[in-house]
């Protein structure tokens, strides 16, 4: 009996069982560029390796602890050439960046887009890292971008920034809450200013436990709001200094990209040339979700996937853009655009009149404004796609 294998694009070769297997074998090591591939199931207090031997068809498996230089060691002891994957999660770039030193192609896999077994019920580490393992086998692991350890650092202090603006809200909300319980109301018109804040201090109460709530709840309004403060000082700091300089300038042209703003989307981004105007808003889960079969289709809310820090700053900025644009009365635009260069400039400008008259038409055609603005945050990523690049 003999298998007919396909060579090359223009040979076909009759061979024995034995011999077509191994001819598979390197043709697919030749194709995929690589001899065994592994899969592993990183947690905090293990790793399960699992890797197949494209040749010999020979399974290895290991378990192992914390230390990555065990996995590294057991890595570059396989047969080559090797490529590793593992899912991105809470374990972070370490092992990644580890194995990259120690020479070893090893990508984190972005979970959302790795193909679950059909009709599988049994689920535990080994069988995972065998299934990750067929994966990188087949090379069906999308793999997502490892940023630098600066860049880490840097999104980790703007990700505690944005978590500090959440716990203010937070603390905001139960202090005026209690207030209101209590039938006072400020009578001013703008809040969490020196003045409203002041009229907090003022404020008395007749029983104990009342004004120790009180007491409490205003205190963690103050040690919340000078914590963000302080981060506010040092993001500011190293925007100043750092590599996304240039990216955070020219992002600086758009209405509602603030310093702040404007750092977060770069170091989230990283490198922009990855995407292209038109897929960048799929990233930031920007996009509709469709469900559509022959001749229907159906068009929902959009997908929420991909990051959803950077769809927050767009949807945040994308809000400015419904007022009436008038360039010459922002003191904060014009500031920006000194520092950018005159393409910058102009493209920033178009890009800020082209959104504004969005707006207004979805607001003449009474659109409901989340869904107006969705769309608008989707082609303002577009126009930071577009600065960003001329920086480059």
């Known amino acids: 009996m003999c298998w007919r294998v396909r060579a090359s694009a223009s040979k076909i070769v009759s061979c024995p069982v034995g011999v077509a297997r191994r001819q598979i074998a390197h043709l697919r090591e030749a194709l995929m560029g690589q001899r065994t591939s592994v899969g592993l199931d990183v947690h905090a207090r293990s790793v399960v390796a699992c890797a197949i031997d494209a040749e010999t068809g020979e399974v290895f498996e290991r378990r192992f602890g914390t ?32 194995c990259a030193s120690a020479g070893i192609d090893c990508v984190v896999a972005a979970p959302s887009k790795l193909l679950p077994k059909p009709g599988d019920r049994v689920k535990t580490d080994r069988r995972d890292a065998q299934h990750l393992a067929e994966l990188v086998r087949a090379d069906l692991v999308t793999p997502v971008r490892v940023p630098t350890e600066e860049e880490e650092a840097v999104r980790d202090l703007l990700r505690a920034r944005e978590a500090a603006t959440t716990d203010l809200m937070r603390a905001r909300h139960r202090l005026s809450k209690l207030l209101l319980r209590h039938g006072i109301v400020y009578p001013g018109k703008q809040t969490w200013n020196k003045t409203h804040l002041a009229w907090l201090g003022r404020q008395r109460f007749g029983l104990t436990a009342a004004r120790q709530a009180f007491d409490n709840d205003l205190a963690a309004v103050i040690e919340v709001g000078a914590r963000r403060g302080d981060m506010d000082a040092w993001i500011e700091a190293l925007a100043a200094e750092s590599a996304f300089e240039p990216v955070v300038t020219a992002l600086g042209c758009m209405r509602g990209v603030s310093l702040l703003t404007g750092f977060a989307l770069a170091v989230e981004i990283g490198d922009w040339s990855r995407f292209t105007g038109a897929s960048i808003g799929a990233f930031a889960g920007l996009v509709p979700s469709e469900r559509s079969s022959g001749g229907l289709r159906w068009q929902g809310g959009i997908t929420k996937t991909g990051n959803a820090h950077v769809r927050r700053l767009l949807i945040e900025a994308a809000w400015h853009h419904r007022p009436a644009y008038h360039p010459e009365r922002s003191k904060a635009l014009q500031d920006r655009w000194a520092k950018a260069s005159p393409e910058q400039r102009r493209r920033g400008h178009e890009a800020n009149r082209r959104l504004h008259r969005k707006w207004a038409r979805f607001d003449t055609n009474q659109k409901r404004p989340n869904t107006a603005n969705a769309a608008v945050a989707r082609e303002l990523a577009g126009f930071c796609w577009s600065l960003a690049m001329m920086t480059s």
């Open 67 to 98: 230390d990555s230089a065990e996995v590294t060691g057991w890595l570059g002891r396989l047969p080559g050439p090797v490529r590793a994957a593992y899912e991105a999660g809470p374990t972070g770039y370490g092992l990644a960046r580890d």
